[in-house]
């Protein structure tokens, strides 16, 4: 009974509970389509027994969206590694597509709980604005970006702070 009960929490409790997906291998087409907003996808909405009219795009509150990226930076440094080139060219070809190209974004960095506080909050800072500088250097532009550092202090995965998963770019749609 056990083993039952144990595998029920595994397989459906605990995903309820598991960090967000972390992109390392998404096509430009899959990163549009997860920063598209729900309105941009379909003309109408109805709830329960009304249909009520969708309001117009700037009357809208656009809440923010946002996809997390694996970007591999040389250890204690914020210079992108070769391998997540291809995964920022699908980023920026992404953002520069028709869908998004009106879109403004937030860079956060993101480190691992390893290490003083303020260090990590300046090494995630320094690698937001070199996914930042790639970007602009890809045709996005400067205007379209701000980059932050948040350090340790969003953990993706909060009972593992060491983990490599913390280590992460997240990119946001604010508009």
Known sequence: ???IILLGFHLFIQPIFAAEVLLKNASPDQIV???QRQEENQEYASTSRTLK???NKSEAIQAP???SFVINFEFDSSEVRKESYKILQNISAAITSPTLEKATFVIEGHTDAVGKLDYNIALSKRRADSVKYFLIQNGVSTNRLNSV????TELNDSANPTDSSNRRVKI???N
Do not use: A, E, L, V
């Open 33 to 35: 389509k997860g920063f």
């Open 149 to 152: 550092g948040k350090g340790p």
């Open 65 to 67: 969206i946002s996809q």
């Open 53 to 55: 009219p969708i309001p």
């Open 1 to 3: 009974m056990y083993k």
């Open 172 to 174: 946001i749609r604010m």
